[in-house]
């Protein structure tokens, strides 16, 4: 299962100075915004691409959630910056799609950045889109490396006039996003525990078509899965420690069913992480097994014509004196013989259950 891997722009940030904006992702899609201005009893939904346009808070409305589709236009995002007053090390940040899971506390602003996660069936891999988030008073900024997303069906409950999230302040939405991306893990988990239960029931059976390639291709992909929820886990279990007052009190019980749900996933990680080592040495154990019966077949097989070899031996010797040459019986005697030989020696292996 061979894959090109993507080429990043890692050598455009060498040399420059701190906080210099360069996107590091292979997504190229235009930078537009969704903004989204809402309270309890109403919500409006327009898009932009002119950062100047947007208003640093929602006006009339309580709440303001600016969703960025698309990160390749740096000088858009600086834009942006400039009109929220965000600092070009956080941005910086934004655009660097490998940065590990984190979640900054800035006292007026709290930053969070994760992993999106989707499933290719066509690779029988994992896809990761980085996911940054700035929640500040009545306001959340929200960055994507592309358009469409896991969202949608959030977006759709946000226009439904009795929507929870609308009657909550902008940190249950923030949360409500976390949760939409950890829940998604848990699709990931079930598309990589079918990919091991096939890998082991085919290694189970003759004529298994598995190869270290794709066994190491399973390690591979929970290796980049333990990568990306590990350390969110941790940022996450850290969050009730940093009396922000940016997050309610009542947020903080669903930050911790958050934080549950990712234990959970690191557990059956662990879990899938074993079954992983568990196939390789199995298919190991077929490859030894495999040997030790052709082994064992060469050593029957040769142990049967070893008397065989002898008698053919001694009378290609052609020596004058041998009475044996000139009986006219010899040879018909002589091939019964090594046929009873090989009778004998089969029916004594037999015996013994070397075969």
């Known amino acids: 299962m061979k894959t090109r891997k993507p080429i990043r722009n890692y050598h455009k940030k060498t040399g420059l100075p701190p906080g210099t904006l360069v996107y590091t992702g292979i997504h190229q899609y235009p930078t537009t915004i969704d903004v989204f201005e809402y309270d309890t009893a109403s919500i409006r939904h327009t898009q932009t691409d002119h950062p100047d346009k947007v208003k640093p808070s929602a006006g009339e409305m309580k709440n303001l ?18 009109r929220f007053d965000l600092h070009p090390l956080l941005l910086e940040d934004v655009l660097n799609t490998e940065s590990m899971p984190k979640i900054d506390n800035y006292g007026d602003r709290l930053f969070i950045s994760l992993k999106m996660l989707s499933w290719n069936s066509t690779d029988q891999s994992i896809e990761a889109e980085q996911i940054s988030m700035l929640l500040g008073k009545n306001m959340l900024i929200t960055f994507q490396e592309r358009k469409g997303d896991i969202f949608d069906p959030l977006r759709e409950r946000m226009l439904n006039e009795k929507s929870k999230i609308r009657e ?50 399973l390690k591979k ?13 941790d940022e996450v279990r850290k969050l009730p420690q940093e009396e922000t007052v940016l997050i309610e009190r009542k947020t903080y019980k669903y930050i911790s069913d958050l934080y549950d749900h990712l234990q959970n996933i690191i557990q059956n990680l662990e879990s899938f992480r074993d ?31 070893i008397p065989l070899t002898f008698i053919a031996g001694v009378y290609g010797m052609n020596f004058d ?10 040879y018909p005697v002589l091939m019964l013989l090594m046929l009873f030989i090989v009778l004998g020696m089969i029916v004594f292996m037999k015996s013994r259950k070397w075969f």
């Open 65 to 82: 959630w600016l969703n960025v589709n698309g990160l390749s236009n740096t000088e858009l995002i600086a834009r942006l910056g400039n």
């Open 168 to 217: 909550k302040g902008i940190d249950f939405l923030a949360y409500a996003l976390l949760d939409k991306i950890v829940d998604n893990y848990f699709m990931i988990l079930n598309a990589l525990e079918d990919l091991i239960e096939d890998a082991e029931l085919d290694l189970i059976e003759a004529g298994s078509q598995i190869t270290p390639r794709h066994l190491l291709h």
């Open 221 to 233: 992909q929970l290796i980049l899965l333990r990568r990306y929820i590990y350390p969110l886990r």
């Open 275 to 305: 079954s992983v080592s568990n196939l390789m040495e199995l298919y190991s154990n077929n490859i030894s097994n495999k040997l030790n019966g052709i082994m064992k077949t060469l050593t029957v097989v040769g142990a049967i014509f």
């Open 321 to 330: 004196f041998m009475p044996e040459l000139h009986f006219p019986w010899a």
